[in-house]
């Protein structure tokens, strides 16, 4: 059964149908507004994948971290930059060479880097 608007009398309101547009179009604009405005949080993180093309285990990380106390040392062959520029390190304790990403980059393959991250940072 449709519910619709009536007037005291009986007969349908004329209002109804642009009442149920009105809704529908600030139920869409809330939608959308609520997957397109990210918090400061998730708008600085990157994520690391163990394979190639964004697959396999995932790792987020919203700030510096030494990847080898978080069991992804040595594996990354992806990455999803959601923010500022980081650099990527070969060794730990951000030494040795490293891989500047760019803010907002993804690297479907790593290449000469596939498997050689140990600690990530902004730079």
Request: hydrophobic share 40%; with cysteine; glycine share 6%.
């Amino acid at each position: 059964m449709r519910h619709m608007l009536t007037r005291s009398d009986g007969t349908p309101s004329r209002l109804a149908r642009p009442r149920r547009i009105l809704l529908a179009t600030a139920l869409a604009v809330a939608s959308t507004l609520s997957m397109t405005i990210a918090s400061p949080a998730q708008a600085q993180t990157i994520t690391l994948y163990e394979n190639a093309g964004a697959s396999g285990r995932q790792l987020t990380l919203a700030m510096s971290s030494d990847l080898s106390r978080l069991g992804f040392d040595n594996i990354t062959s992806s990455i999803r930059n959601s923010g500022a520029r980081r650099c990527a390190y070969d060794l730990t304790n951000y030494r040795g060479p490293y891989l500047a990403i760019a803010p907002w980059q993804y690297l479907p393959w790593l290449g000469s880097w596939n498997d050689r991250i140990s600690s990530i940072r902004r730079c």
